[in-house]
């Protein structure tokens, strides 16, 4: 190959921290006089682009005939690496895509360092690209790039109603660094939610306490990341673009003082859908902002009984819908009210899913989208005014779970809104406790996966799909205390197996630390180069 072909890579940040998304730019220069005609192509079956980062005090082994220089801490990654960690391989045909490139002709590849390389720890580094011609090995100059470690404050997870097959897991994280607090707008694998993807970082200027409310995303073409979070009475949001650039912080524009309540929707369109609620919890509203940050509109969505709101799950029908499955404080009988999001003129549905078998602690749904889309007939006509040719909606398959305690026995009730079926699991504790949920999670299969904090602030984890109750610290071989805050995460139908994860504040390494908790014994995908 000509050595006319000239590398070069350049980084949107020579500084971030730990986590946090730092997107680059590759150009491969013809700055010959003659053209090129046949160079592999940056497409990802020919794997011909590479990136290295290497720390900077790396002493590089001494070139032998019995193998090439071998440089002590270099990671190596592509645009296949993003998948390879999740367990996913992909193989092309064998083929190498080429096209010409003409005198002064260039080629451009941009992404993320974190979606590439996943987490890297703190230190400096020399940041490289390189380009495989097929004859020889084009290397770019090095540019430097400082990670820095941070102090992670909170953390909080998006509770996903319908995730389309590829959806992305998000979360949010605050943190501390020299220059003051932060917060990350993450957005994570659903296949393998402890792989990171985009991390967004957010200035933040609140002296005291916040309360995160990531949103969730409907699909995966969604390139919006937007965080809530409050600053005493007065609510912010931030809208933070996945393809890099400055997150947008604005005030909330609330239609009276309350909460968000959790997890609001970004909305396919770029803009978004909070649920809130006044002080009091008696009224509820659905806040729908369009992708510029205005408020569109703000419908009250009347409760068919009074409040005050108690345990409840907001769930989303992709971006369509909008169910909130909930209980009054103290109440036992779970409720299912329902409204477009955007249809003005749509009436607000109301109806019973079930009475619990107690006090109702805690409620989370979920619509299974995979059995919606199994139900749904396959070869449905489409136009015409004969209503025997319109297209059938997609049917509700919305599930609700409802958590109520004894001192021995946690029992986890799921009604099921399609047909109104009603499934109890006991679990039962090996010894007397108060129990108190704080976080769950549903999986695709549709099992419950809970945690929860005792009398003495110890964590107990709870599924009911291995019928399994114990204290957190025998699963998770580690002690975690409910200041860590703790969130889990469960991989979508894409993953190779019912993934659980725990996440949460590791101080000593100054990180968000994931362990796995079911299923238990299975070894996970390996994060190492995989060989196409």
């Known amino acids: 190959m000509p050595s006319s072909l000239k590398l070069s890579i350049s980084l949107a940040s020579p500084e971030i921290f730990r986590g946090e998304s730092n997107f680059f730019s590759v150009v491969l220069k013809n700055e010959g006089g003659q053209p090129i005609t046949n160079a592999p192509t940056f497409a990802a079956e020919n794997e011909a682009l590479s990136v290295w980062?290497?720390?900077?005090?790396?002493?590089?082994?001494?070139?032998?005939?019995?193998?090439?220089?071998?440089?002590p801490g270099r990671r190596t990654a592509n645009d296949k690496s993003f998948e390879c960690r999740q367990g996913i391989h992909r193989h092309g045909t064998g083929e190498v895509s080429r096209a010409p490139l003409s005198p002064g002709g260039q080629w451009t590849a941009r992404a993320d360092l974190l979606e590439w390389f996943g987490e890297v720890p703190p230190g400096t580094y020399n940041v490289q690209a390189a380009y495989n011609s097929g004859y020889d090995v084009i290397e770019s100059a090095p540019v430097p790039l400082k990670i820095l470690p941070w102090k992670p404050l909170a953390a909080a997870a998006a509770r996903h109603g319908a995730r389309s097959y590829s959806a992305r897991a998000t979360a949010a994280a605050m943190g501390s660094g020299p220059n003051g607090k932060f917060i990350l707008a993450q957005s994570n694998s659903d296949a393998l939610p402890k792989v990171p993807f985009h991390a967004?970082?957010?200035?933040?200027?609140?002296?005291?306490?916040?309360?995160?409310?990531?949103?969730?995303?409907?699909?995966?073409?969604?390139?919006?990341?937007?965080?809530?979070?409050?600053?005493?009475?007065?609510?912010?949001?931030?809208?933070?673009?996945?393809?890099?650039?400055?997150?947008?912080?604005?005030?909330?524009?609330?239609v009276m003082p309350g909460t968000v309540l959790a997890s609001p929707l970004t909305h396919s369109d770029g803009g978004l859908a909070v649920p809130f609620a006044d002080a009091e919890l008696n009224h509820l509203y659905l806040l729908r902002f369009a992708a510029d940050g205005s408020l569109s509109s703000a419908p009250e969505l009347p409760l068919d009984v009074p409040g005050p709101i108690g345990p409840h799950a907001c769930c989303w029908q992709s971006d369509a819908t909008f169910h909130f499955a909930w209980c009054r404080a103290g109440g036992r009988e779970v409720r299912l009210l329902s409204r477009e999001i955007d249809n003005a003129d749509a009436p607000v549905q109301h109806r019973i899913l079930g009475s619990a078998p107690g006090k109702v602690l805690w409620i989370d749904a979920r619509i299974d989208a995979d059995e919606a889309l199994a139900v749904r007939p396959i070869f449905v006509e489409t136009g015409g005014d004969d209503p025997r040719h319109q297209q059938t909606p997609i049917p509700l398959t919305l599930k609700a779970w409802a958590m109520t305690a004894t001192p021995t026995v946690l029992t986890c009730t799921e009604f099921s809104a399609a047909s109104n079926r009603v499934r109890t699991v006991n679990l039962r504790l090996p010894k007397e406790r108060t129990l108190t949920p704080i976080c769950s999670i549903i999986r695709p299969l549709g099992d419950l996966a809970a945690i929860c904090v005792d009398q003495d602030e110890e964590l107990w984890y709870a599924s009911t799909a291995s019928?399994?109750?114990?204290?957190?610290?025998?699963?998770?071989?580690?002690?975690?205390?409910?200041?860590?805050?703790?969130?889990?995460?469960?991989?979508?139908?894409?993953?190779?197996?019912?993934?659980?994860?725990?996440?949460?504040?590791d101080a000593v390494e100054g990180r968000l630390a994931f362990v796995k908790l079911e299923p238990v014994g299975e070894t996970e995908p390996c994060e190492h180069e995989h060989a196409h």
């Open 53 to 71: 980062v290497t720390p900077v005090d790396a002493v590089p082994s001494t070139p032998t005939e019995l193998g090439p220089v071998v440089v």
């Open 467 to 505: 019928g399994l109750i114990c204290p957190l610290r025998e699963v998770s071989r580690k002690t975690i205390g409910p200041s860590q805050f703790p969130s889990l995460f469960a991989a979508s139908s894409r993953g190779s197996l019912p993934w659980v994860y725990l996440r949460y504040l």
């Open 200 to 254: 967004i970082r957010v200035p933040l200027e609140a002296a005291g306490p916040v309360e995160l409310r990531p949103a969730s995303a409907p699909t995966a073409a969604v390139n919006t990341c937007h965080v809530l979070w409050s600053e005493g009475k007065q609510w912010q949001v931030a809208a933070a673009p996945l393809t890099g650039g400055a997150a947008k912080v604005s005030p909330l524009q609330n």
